[in-house]
């Protein structure tokens, strides 16, 4: 179909034929249409020549005299404030439209409201707006659930609390839960692309951000348009240069936020300049894009922008290859476990128990009758490694001479520094349960060792049970967690943890 995105260049020489087609037969009403048609594609294929044909269309539907028409006007109006970064003016006229809109029961009123609502929110960046309007997509947009639980988490994303992430991360599973969520390409599409990359990108989800680059690749070229002119959602060039970023791609993510740059440079439309500006900045392109951002932050009272700003100057850059999101949290009688996008629900365990201890404590030993929940300890009533485990000690340190040597062969240094920090810990393990000439310690507490070995025996089935479900976390964890007389997860690589 011609009404689909990244058609533009098409629909531009139907739209110009619908116009003169009308022209020659004095149907002014179809004209208005066609105008209207004309310009949101020729502003989806960042063309400045929207600005003229918009003028015709104005003159052509406020000349009509007629409620309708009027409110076409209103709206239309309202969007172009929104795109020039007259945020006030915008709100005016998104309330006005609205009011007439209602007054004429005008059917589209709610959903275009919430359109422009969402554009507005995006551009101011505030906090409470942000959640507000995600609350108003969801409750307005009945009729696609899809399209409204996406742009609330890009909008909660934003927002940026705590909270706010959560929120957004269960409005995005709403989404992913759906089979046929990629396979949308309406008048909502940019919309629904817009959120799912921002959240995406805020969550840390590099599966997902792989995934929605692949489906943009194509349309990088255009720009985004709810509806007829309801809301203008910037370059497509700009979520494919934000997720390309977020992948590590830095020269990609490069290319593309500046083709953005230079398409909201040409159609005008100030406040995604900005955010252009701001992403470049981040990115440590060259150029003044951190000043521009800033000064056209403070022209038009983009707060959101201001704020990541300040992120932008103490250097903070958020590269989701670097630091996947993980999770392990009760949910009810069972665990909820999730990395990046994969998720499942496991039944309840001591073992897991143990793991969200550890996690909560990253790079400190924790004792292992602190985990099994013992009291005091008590005095000589045996030592803390008994023969058997000063063996497995020695053998796991033979084992772990002879892994070094491979890595280093290599020239792993990822695994030789894991290795290495493993053997210190056995190391001081050892030295901790034997005093003088080897001799075995007194333990003043029967039930260390056999605490040490339950700790152990749980927390591997638990990373065993997780790693049938999401092996790359399970693999993480192996890696990652070291147990003894004291247990410590010591990451491996960085992971961002919600506990």
């Not at 003169?20 to 594609?41: C, F, I, K, P, Q």
């Not at 275009?112 to 997509?137: D, F, H, M, S, Y």
């Not at 083709?259 to 040409?266: D, E, F, K, P, Q």
Request: aromatic share 4%; net charge negative.
């Amino acid at each position: 179909m011609l009404w689909t995105p990244g058609r533009a260049h098409e629909r531009i020489e139907v739209a110009a034929e619908i116009v003169a087609l009308a022209r020659r037969t004095a149907n002014r009403e179809r004209e208005a249409e066609g105008l209207l048609l004309l310009t949101t594609a020729q502003l989806e294929d960042g063309s400045p020549a929207y600005r003229a044909t918009v003028t015709q269309y104005l003159a052509l539907a406020e000349g009509f005299g007629q409620p309708r028409h009027d409110y076409m006007a209103l709206t239309r109006r309202a969007a172009l404030a929104l795109i020039d970064g007259r945020l006030d003016e915008a709100e005016d006229l998104i309330d006005r439209s609205s009011e007439l809109g209602e007054q004429i029961s005008e059917p589209d009123t709610v959903n275009v409201r919430t359109g422009q609502r969402l554009a507005l929110a995006w551009a101011r960046g505030e906090p409470k707006l942000l959640r507000a309007v995600a609350e108003e997509a969801v409750r307005c947009w009945v009729g696609v659930p899809l399209h409204a639980h996406a742009v609330a988490a890009g909008l909660l994303a934003l927002a940026g609390e705590h909270d706010d992430i959560e929120a957004a991360r269960r409005a995005l599973d709403t989404v992913l839960a759906t089979d046929s969520w990629r396979e949308d390409r309406s008048y909502l599409w940019s919309l629904f692309m817009g959120g799912m990359a921002t959240a995406a990108v805020r969550l840390g989800d590099a599966a997902l951000c792989g995934q929605l680059l692949d489906d943009l690749r194509p349309f990088t070229a255009t720009a985004g348009i709810g509806g007829s002119l309801v809301c203008y959602m910037g370059s497509n060039a700009l979520w494919a240069g934000m997720l390309a970023d977020a992948l590590g791609r830095t020269e990609e993510a490069r290319r593309w936020l500046e083709g953005s740059l230079a398409v909201h440079r040409r159609v005008g439309a100030a406040a995604w300049e900005a955010e252009s500006h701001l992403r470049l900045a981040a990115l440590g392109a060259p150029g003044e894009h951190a000043e521009a951002a800033a000064r056209l932050a403070g022209e038009l009272g983009l707060h959101g922008v201001v704020g990541r700003l300040s992120a932008v100057a103490d250097g903070e850059r958020v590269t989701v290859a670097a630091r996947p999101v993980a999770e392990l949290c009760r949910d009810g009688e069972m665990w909820r476990v999730r990395f990046g996008s994969a998720s499942a629900h496991l039944r309840d365990a001591k073992g897991l128990a143990d793991l969200h201890t550890l996690l909560t404590r990253p790079g400190r030993d924790v004792h292992v009758l602190e985990l099994v929940g013992a009291g005091h300890v008590e005095r000589d009533t045996g030592t803390l490694l008994d023969g058997a485990a000063r063996a497995a000690y020695r053998h796991r340190l033979e084992e772990l001479d002879s892994d070094l040597a491979a890595a280093r062969d290599d020239g792993d240094l990822g695994r030789l520094q894991r290795l290495d920090h493993e053997r210190a810990a056995l190391l001081v393990e050892l030295r901790r349960a034997t005093g003088l000439a080897g001799r075995a310690r007194s333990l003043g507490s029967g039930t260390a060792e056999r605490a040490r070995k339950t700790v152990t025996s749980r927390l591997r089935e638990a990373i065993h049970r997780i790693d049938t479900v999401i092996p790359e976390l399970g693999t993480h964890l192996d890696r990652s967690v070291i147990t003894g007389t004291t247990c410590r997860y010591e990451p491996t690589a960085g992971v961002e943890w919600r506990l």
